[in-house]
T-cell receptor
């Protein structure tokens, strides 16, 4: 059974700092891995999706990497801003599971001005 | 971009009553819709997967007679929480995709409070 873990559960950084969020998964047979952002009381916003054949994806200040052999993905946020404060969730989709996503517990990020 | 809406955004009901939550794909045909539940400070847990025109597939531990899911059209799925109890209070989020293994687009969520 696939398990997805995110460490740390919470992170507080000063504005302008570069940071890395971690996501690990137990079964390397994944179809893709996604990173989402969730603001308090809101739904999910998809940030980046990495297919199993890819190593990384970039969008603006965000870079997500995928290492299937070690069962890890990271989300790198450059030059963090207070507006980046939110909960970040990673989720993986396994092949042959009809698109089911298994989510990690999330990392609650706070960027202090 | 693909937009998914949910209605209502928040609902308060009395214990023992039933509540219906709607999930709509506004600009695409959603062959598959997913329903998730999220408790405070916890992650999303998949409750069930529904495909248009067929019965929903429920995850282990989710009571299908309590959480009724209908996916009668390619743009609408409904989740009905029957005989609601305070422990059903949660944040319910749906997602929709154009097919299996396709990108899921998430709705804004529905906050349910059962008194």
């Amino acid at each position: 059974k696939q398990e997805v873990t995110q460490i740390p559960a919470a992170l507080s950084v000063p504005e302008g700092e570069n940071l890395v969020l971690n996501c690990s998964f137990t079964d390397s047979a994944i179809y893709n891995l996604q990173w989402f952002r969730q603001d308090p009381g809101k739904g999910l916003t998809s940030l980046l999706l990495i297919q199993s054949s890819q190593r990384e994806q970039t969008s603006g200040r965000l870079n997500a990497s995928l290492d299937k052999s070690s069962g890890r993905s990271t989300l790198y946020i450059a030059a963090s801003q207070p507006g980046d404060s939110a909960t970040y969730l990673c989720a993986d989709a396994a092949p042959g599971q009809g698109g089911k996503l298994i989510f990690g517990q999330g990392t609650e990020l706070s960027v202090k001005p | 971009g693909a937009v998914v809406s949910q209605h209502p955004s928040r609902v308060i009901c009395k214990s023992g009553t039933s509540v219906k939550i709607e999930c709509r794909s506004l600009d695409f045909q959603a062959t598959t819709m997913f329903w998730y539940r999220q408790f405070p400070k916890q992650s999303l847990m998949l409750m069930a997967t529904s495909n248009e025109g067929s019965k929903a597939t429920y995850e282990q531990g989710v009571e299908k007679d309590k959480f009724l899911i209908n996916h009668a059209s390619l743009t609408l799925s409904t989740l009905t929480v029957t005989s609601a109890h305070p422990e059903d209070s949660s944040f319910y989020i749906c997602s929709a995709s154009e097919g299996l293994q396709e990108t899921q687009y998430f709705g804004p969520g529905t906050r349910l409070l059962v008194l």
